[in-house]
């Protein structure tokens, strides 16, 4: 493999994850859309599910093509850091895949149950964190530090409305001890765990960006 064949095998490779970046966010304007029209069916989650086991397919490809450069070429310097930094994200980015996939599952539950009390935090939640999907793949691209650290500022909002929606859905289900309601709130408080760790996982993209950039892992 050549120097020249080396920089475009990468060059795809990186285009690979930003495909993976903008397959979360089409992800999450589908679930912002079910949050407001509180419309989900069957054909629907298959659909969804089907469009985030793509994201299990680009990840393959990317460790497989990070495999051949780092086998053929012995990279270094940034080019090694942006091999680890691809490997890396791309498995955040899946497991963000997976958490979106369970928020699908339960939210097609929790619309049965006709329970959208909590509906509106977690339209915000989603709403910030396509942002910051969004964002911290921006960041990347650009090797943007400064972008990288602002989006890791918003996952505190992210747990601050996680927090508060765990009061509500706690006091709710001993106010209503109804086997409706606790069983709705308890897929509520599934879902904003869920929304929380996407939160965790961007913010170990928004690292592994600081370390592209600097070379240092970040605390």
Do not use: W
């Not at 500022?153 to 765990?166: A, N, S």
Request: glycine share 2%; aromatic share 6%.
């Amino acid at each position: 493999m050549t120097r020249d064949n080396f920089h475009e095998k990468l060059d795809n490779t990186t285009l690979i994850l930003l495909k993976m970046g903008e397959l979360i966010e089409h992800l999450f304007d589908e679930i912002i859309s079910i949050l407001q029209t509180k419309i989900i069916n069957k054909e629907m989650v298959e659909t969804l599910i089907k469009e985030e086991s793509q994201l299990d397919e680009l990840e393959i490809e990317i460790e497989n093509n990070c495999q051949e450069v780092l086998a053929l070429q012995q990279p270094m310097g940034i080019d090694l850091r942006m091999i680890l930094a691809v490997l890396k994200i791309s498995s955040d980015l899946e497991r963000i895949g997976d958490h979106l996939r369970k928020i699908i599952r339960k939210l097609r539950k929790v619309v049965n149950y006709k329970e959208y009390e909590h509906f509106t935090e977690l339209t915000e939640m989603s709403i910030i964190l396509r942002q910051m999907v969004m964002q911290i793949m921006v960041a990347f691209k650009e090797q943007n530090m400064k972008l990288a650290l602002d989006t890791l500022e918003l996952d505190e909002k992210i747990d601050e409305i996680q927090r508060d929606l765990y009061q509500k859905c706690i006091k709710k289900m001993k106010e209503q001890p109804l086997e409706q309601t606790i069983s709705s709130e308890i897929y509520m408080l599934f879902i904003t765990r869920f929304l929380e760790r996407i939160g965790d996982h961007v913010e170990n993209i928004g690292e592994r960006v600081i370390f592209l950039v600097t070379g240092k892992l970040a605390n």
